[in-house]
């Protein structure tokens, strides 16, 4: 598979995106705050009774924040926690109860969702009057509101298609190979500079943003936590390879459309060349993504496994039931003129330069 060729105008100012580990989050409850406080101490201080995680609603800032952290653990870890805290049996027994709780509330929220093949028809078809984030952001998202956007969606961006990698070695033959295939264009195809996590610190750059890895936990919500979780979930699961493959359907069928609509959106509000480029390159790669994940990574995996299918249909369901919570809570906080983040980011460079500030109704205090 061959990806066109970036745009150069992106590649001039390249971001750095630190890595060094995050700055722990503060806490937002009883789950979260007992956990923090066992990371910053020795490998086995007392954690948060598992009995306590189970009691959390699913999709609670507590609960969410707290498994957040949980994985992190398996990613680039928090500045000053030890890393052996990855594998401590009594934290994967925590995590273990909010997993199960998560889960819950995943397939609660999707029952009776269609089968794979009337799920997987439904997502090619764009509806003419669509409605979703995208579309508001395409016709009437203000700079402001796509920084807070760009900021929620950090948290998985910055570590672009590492939750997917996990499913890897679960897979088998075609499916394996096609899926590896697109692992290989989303992380840069050999070029560091082209990874899309980079890309989209570039994209972090020209909006005025801060491309510190995890600068922005503190700041997003829940519904963006729970996104990123799931991915997590699925991936560190063998049980659940087909529900990450039906979530990494979801994403590439419709990240094209998508994009297209979002690069519109910065070309319109002038947030910069690499700012357009980062959706620009979704819409032309993931337009080839879609039709092998399609053909390959569920045709692979269904003729290896065909009792997946059923999973496979929970993934895209549960996708689309998070990115609708994620995109209804941001419109909401935007149509009645609030900030959608817990924190506020303040004014953007591009902002500053033009002599330019947000009206003081859209940039309030923490809601």
């Excluded at 609603?57 to 924040?65: G, K, N, R, V, W």
């Excluded at 049996?89 to 819950?104: C, D, I, S, T, Y």
């Excluded at 590439?252 to 979002?262: Q, V, W, Y």
């Excluded at 369901?317 to 003129?337: K, N, Q």
Aim: aromatic residues 8%.
């Amino acid at each position: 598979m061959t990806l066109p060729m970036p745009d150069p105008r992106a590649t001039t100012t390249t971001a750095t995106a630190t890595s060094a580990g995050a700055v722990l989050p503060q806490a937002r409850g009883e789950v979260s705050s007992d956990l923090l406080a066992a990371l910053r101490g020795a490998v086995g201080t007392h954690l948060p009774d598992p009995a306590a995680a189970s009691r959390a609603a699913p999709f609670s800032e507590d609960l969410q924040l707290a498994l957040y952290i949980c994985y992190e653990l398996h990613y680039q870890g928090f500045a000053g926690v030890d890393a052996a805290w990855e594998w401590d049996p009594e934290l994967l027994r925590l995590r273990g109860a909010m997993e199960r709780r998560f889960l819950a509330g995943l397939r609660e929220g999707t029952a009776g969702h269609p089968g794979l093949e009337t799920a997987l028809d439904d997502i090619v078809v764009e509806p003419v009057d669509g409605t979703g984030i995208t579309h508001f952001l395409a016709e009437e998202g203000t700079l402001w509101q796509l920084r807070e956007y760009a900021a929620q969606r950090s948290l998985y961006h910055l570590k672009e298609a590492d939750p997917h990698a996990w499913v890897i070695p679960r897979l088998r033959g075609r499916a394996k190979a096609a899926f590896a295939a697109v692992e290989f264009d989303e992380f840069g195809a050999g070029h560091p500079e082209r990874i899309h996590a980079q890309l989209f610190a570039d994209l972090m750059h020209d909006l005025g943003l801060d491309t510190t890895y995890g600068r922005y936990l503190d700041a997003a919500g829940p519904e963006m936590l729970a996104t990123v979780n799931m991915m997590s979930l699925f991936g560190l699961h063998r049980a659940l390879r087909g529900a990450l493959v039906g979530h990494f359907a979801a994403v590439e069928t419709t990240s094209s459309p998508a994009s297209r609509r979002l690069a519109g959106a910065m070309r319109r509000t002038g947030a910069g060349p690499a700012a357009e480029h980062f959706y620009a390159e979704h819409v032309m790669a993931d337009a080839v993504h879609e039709q092998v994940v399609r053909r390959d990574v569920i045709g692979g995996l269904l003729a290896e496994e065909p009792s997946l299918a059923s999973d496979m249909a929970f993934g895209l369901a549960a996708t689309a039931m998070l990115d609708d919570r994620f995109g209804d809570r941001l419109t909401s906080m935007w149509r009645t003129g609030r900030t959608s983040l817990r924190v506020p980011l303040g004014i953007s460079r591009a902002e500053h330069d033009r002599g330019t500030t947000p009206p003081r109704e859209r940039e309030p205090g923490r809601t």
